[in-house]
């Protein structure tokens, strides 16, 4: 199974930069990172993001909390570029299901991530208001739901189970914690892993054996040990 690396991210140069790489095939961002890489307008700092990024999907996110409100803003944010694919949260800050956005923006053909979804009774509900043509990514969040003290590996594995009727349907898993998730989602049958640059860097040096592991290990600690100049 070919599992496709997204890269999680709002940063303009890092998006730059990472756009280069061969091993990642798209990118997510969310509000939480946009606000934290600067962003200021929404519409504009996600126009620059595209212009950086015209050639692999980019997953840009409503942040509405009402249904006619969600709606308006995937619409015009799929106006903004052939690549776009519109994030939708599963639901709203109150718990409701966004079915009804879902449905709609779906009945249009625009693309959609529906994100923070952690069940498979979830992605259940997700695909009964779908289609089976305009393409759907799902975003499973396996790490948080680990930091929660949740096994997220049973839902993946159901929702994948679920999926595989549709042929336009995606599983993601997002919310990496370590590199080791992205073989975990393969052997899994992930789609695609959604993952933040620091860990993509770590994939990329794969392939060093147990002996190389220990042997860098010891050489920190001896180094540490002598830029402290411990003494016994």
């Known amino acids: 199974m070919k599992t496709k690396i997204f890269c999680d991210i709002a940063e303009l140069n890092l998006i730059k930069k990472y756009n280069k790489k061969r091993i990642v095939k798209g990118f997510t961002t969310n509000p939480s990172l946009m606000r934290k890489a600067g962003a200021k307008d929404y519409q504009v700092y996600s126009k620059k993001i595209l212009e950086n990024c015209s050639n692999k999907p980019v997953s840009l996110e409503v942040f509405a909390d009402n249904n006619k409100d969600m709606i308006k803003q995937g619409i015009k944010i799929n106006n903004w570029g052939k ?12 718990n409701k299901f966004t079915g009804k956005v879902i449905e709609e923006l779906n009945k249009q053909g625009i693309k959609l991530n529906i994100t923070a979804v952690y069940s498979a009774t979830q992605t259940k509900k997700i695909l009964k208001v779908i289609n089976k043509k305009t393409k759907i990514i799902i975003s499973i969040f396996a790490g948080r739901a680990g930091d929660a003290g949740k096994d997220p590996i049973p839902e993946i594995i159901k929702s994948i189970k679920l999926s595989k009727k549709y042929k336009n349907v995606e599983i993601l898993w997002a919310s990496v914690r370590e590199p080791y998730n992205y073989l975990q989602a393969k052997q899994l049958g992930c789609n695609i892993i959604t993952i933040p640059p620091a860990i993509i860097e770590k994939i990329e040096r794969f392939g060093k054996s147990f002996e190389q592991l220990t042997v860098e290990t010891v050489k920190a600690f001896v180094k540490d040990s002598v830029k402290s100049k411990f003494k016994l």
Do not use: E, L, R
Not at 83 to 94: E, F, G, W
């Open 83 to 94: 690549n776009v694919y519109v994030k939708v949260p599963v639901v709203n800050s109150k």
